[in-house]
């Protein structure tokens, strides 16, 4: 949560500075501000709200530093005011920090700075560190001082520091939040994630946990905590700047709906199985798989418990991450640890691999994000190829890692030899027809969308569906309560007659998902219950199932697949619904009101 963006240039670095944050809007968005040195002296503005109000405040001024630094925030500690927007200052007014995450210990070392006479003037957590290291400041050089700082904090931190007496100097430190360096011909930039910078430069440095970076014009320098000199590796991006764009989109969102047929392409096409054969050993002997993951990540991992059971036959769990550190499955040395994430920086999902890997269990990644946290931490890492996702609301990154477990579960039967080599080719030769069926289910946008205007009112909405299809039911409610601000609930069919069916009547409308698998007359018979009690059916149905139509208010249809590829078709369908929906109901689609796509706090 929160963005932060610094940059040293040749040229003045206060648009830099705030097309960076634009595009790093995502982590949050309760209120922004930069800081440049101007001869010698720090230049501000902040404000609550938006990127564009803190644009809308600076139009008539021009501000001339060549370093700076800037912020958009997820407010954790203190409302999102104008008082509480980074960047902060010393009492002195010589340094500025920018952070994003949470200082645990601040109240004790705000309460020992007070006695020295610093004075606060907001309530966050971030602000004791600039004191902080005003304090070493008067005895270290800026490097050392922000390293003793460093030290002093418990929680998790990426910041950045500047100061009136050293221009030219950005120094930034991190510890379980995100930090990249990126090296432009004549500028450089620390950022809280590549898009900030990708139009000046590819070239960057993803900083390891514990390690504090000094920029100074052209050179840089990595050292630990500890002050020892610490290697680093430039890496080129790969994807560029038109990925992290909209192209004409009216929302980022609904441009990586429309990505996901490449998306797919692109993960299931990469040769996964060669890194997989380097350790088949370890997978050969793997007797249970637990998933973990939190959001729509955790309903990826929920449906693709039922791929591994089924076609390898281990036994699977998903997990949610809040939870699993405080109820820790049997772990041992034959236990697959799968972590989901499309950022690699969800908190809870990195404590719950730490808790794995105290456990000595063996940890493979499934995630978007090269260089982030999670993909340090595991043993093996298998990313998806999505590209890169700005929209809060995860689409393509989540089609794209069904896709990507289900070709490992794939793998993992083929290692366990739980399925035939025509089998094992068969699941292969379907996976990769993925990409034209959403095409297909794509094309159905005009009668999702009339589905939208049609129930754009209601004030709740029911998912249902049975096995891996309850996991799909899950994430349609939840991208329709996440976007549209509708209360949804994702129900398992068979439960509805346990309690839920006395909340159906006609304003309560059913998105079921009935396809023609295993559970398709039970389905059936759910629906007619429904139906029975005068409620209104949205049903997301196989291609020519007439018996549906007979039945159901509405029928979106998906082309026939197998069962075990089909949460990765249903997925679409239940994005445009929840997409058209607050389209209709006039919502902030990219960024809904109190998230953040990365959430990188407990
Ligand atoms: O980056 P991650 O995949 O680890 O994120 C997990 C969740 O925060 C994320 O999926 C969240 O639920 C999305 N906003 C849902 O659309």
């Known amino acids: ?149 460093c030290n002093k904090l418990e929680g998790s931190f990426a910041m950045v520091f500047m100061f009136t007496d050293y221009p030219g100097l950005l120094i930034g430190a991190r510890l379980y939040s995100p930090l990249v360096v990126g090296l432009g011909k004549k500028q450089t930039f620390l950022a809280s994630d590549v898009p900030a910078f990708l139009r000046h430069t590819k070239k960057v440095v993803y900083l390891k946990d514990k390690e504090v970076v000094q920029i100074n014009k052209c050179q840089m320098k990595v050292v630990d905590f500890r002050g020892k000199k610490k290697d680093y590796q430039i890496d080129r991006v790969k994807w560029d700047i038109q990925s992290a764009e909209k192209e004409g989109y009216a929302h980022f969102m609904l441009k990586e709906i429309e990505e996901q047929p490449e998306a797919i392409r692109r993960t299931v096409n990469y040769p996964h199985y060669s890194t997989l054969e380097r350790i088949r050993n370890k997978f050969k002997d793997v007797h249970r798989v637990v998933l973990v993951a939190c959001g729509t990540a955790w309903h990826v991992a929920l449906a693709s418990k039922y791929a591994i059971e089924e076609l390898a036959r281990v036994p699977a769990d998903a997990i949610l991450g809040s939870e699993f550190r405080y109820a820790p499955p049997p772990l041992d040395k034959n236990t697959l640890v799968i972590a989901v994430s499309q950022s690699g920086e969800t908190a809870d999902t990195l404590a719950a691999v730490r808790c794995a890997k105290e456990h000595g269990t063996f940890c493979m990644a499934i995630c978007n994000v090269v260089g982030s946290s999670l993909t340090r931490e595991v043993d093996i890492t298998l990313y998806t190829y999505a590209g890169p996702e700005i929209s809060v609301a995860s689409t393509k990154a989540y089609t794209a890692q069904l896709s990507l477990l289900t070709l490992f579960a794939v793998y993992l039967a083929k290692a366990k030899k739980t399925i035939s080599p025509k089998v094992e080719r068969g699941l292969l030769n379907q996976i990769k027809t993925l990409p034209d069926k959403i095409k297909q289910v794509l094309s159905e946008r005009d009668v999702i969308e009339k589905c939208a205007e049609a129930y754009k009112r209601v004030n709740n909405f029911m998912y249902i569906g049975r096995r891996n299809n309850l996991a799909s039911a899950c994430e349609g409610a939840l991208k329709m309560k996440e976007i549209s601000y509708t209360h949804a609930e994702g129900y398992g069919a068979g439960e509805m007659k346990h309690g839920p069916l006395a909340l159906v009547d006609g304003s309560f409308p059913t998105v079921a998902i009935v396809l023609k698998d295993r559970v398709y007359v039970k389905m059936l018979s759910n629906i007619q219950e429904i139906k029975a009690r005068g409620g209104v059916v949205i049903a997301i149905a196989t291609k020519g199932d007439k018996n549906i139509k007979r039945i159901a208010d509405w029928v979106i249809e998906i082309p026939n697949v197998s069962e075990i590829l089909s949460t990765i078709l249903i997925a679409v369908p239940l994005q445009l619904l929840a997409y058209y929906t607050a389209v209709k109901k006039g919502r902030e689609i990219d960024q809904p009101r109190n998230l953040a796509k990365s959430v990188t706090v407990e």
């Open 1 to 149: 949560m929160c963005g932060i963006i610094g940059c040293i240039s040749k040229k003045p670095v206060s648009d830099i500075l705030i097309d960076g944050l634009k595009r790093l809007e995502y982590r949050g968005y309760d209120s922004a501000g930069i800081v440049v040195l101007e001869n010698g002296v720090f230049r501000s503005e902040k404000t609550a709200g938006k990127i564009a109000d803190l644009e809308e405040l600076l139009k008539d001024q021009v501000f001339l530093g060549n370093t700076g630094i800037g912020h958009t925030r997820w407010a954790t500690h203190g409302t999102p005011s104008t008082c509480n927007a980074h960047p902060f200052f010393s009492c002195d007014g010589s340094v500025a920090i920018v952070h994003n995450g949470i200082i645990e210990n601040y109240q004790e070392i705000r309460n020992e700075l007070i006695k020295k006479k610093h004075r606060f003037l907001s309530e966050t957590d971030s602000e004791v560190v600039v004191h902080l290291v005003e304090d070493y400041l008067k005895t270290h050089e800026p490097l050392k001082a922000v390293r003793l700082s």
